[in-house]
């Protein structure tokens, strides 16, 4: 049974206020500073739906290009999906998705930046989610067994905790996951995207 958290308790949480009510943090006393984080997110499908996508043989179109762009619009609408979340001005914002055809899956990074008294963590988490649930949309008749997995922040800088980097390690772990289909080797890029 949960237990009553204490005034003291509740003035630690940020988003709580001494009554127990949600609340927005106030950054209006902290400067404005660059600020730039970077997310990550995995959408593991099968090798026959990697090909349909990277072949541009789905009757839905350009699957990547679609989910680029939905996980941008949504950086930019963060803070009307994450209830407390700042609304914030992006300065820059984009994503990439590329296939991955060893691992069985479409790698997404999303990158978001402000100049800004508090961070864009959530808009490039939310960015790389999206584009993620986009491609997801975009390939569910042919492949309903798709899973989006992986979502988590890589680094970020500015404000006044600084620079944070994904420990290395963490980054190179290979997250376990069962098997979906026999799969090739290589890594394949679109026509006209960077390697």
Known sequence: MPTRETRSERRALSHVDRGGRPRMVDVSAKPPTARRAVAEAELRVSQET?????????????????????????AKRTSEL????????????????RPDRAAGAFRIRASAATVSSTGVEMEALVAAAIAGLTVYDM?????????????????????????????????????????RAARGTGRVTRTGRRP
């Open 139 to 179: 390939v569910k008749s042919v492949d309903r067994g798709a899973e989006l997995g992986g979502v988590r922040l890589l680094e970020k800088s500015g404000g006044k905790s600084g620079e944070w980097h994904r420990p290395a390690e963490a980054e190179a772990t290979p997250r376990a996951h069962p098997p």
């Open 82 to 97: 994450i209830p407390l979340c700042h609304p914030v001005a992006l300065t820059d914002s984009a994503v990439e998705i």
């Open 50 to 74: 990697l090909t349909l996508v990277i072949d541009g043989a789905l009757a839905k179109g350009d699957v990547l290009t679609v989910a680029e762009l939905a996980g941008v619009m949504a």
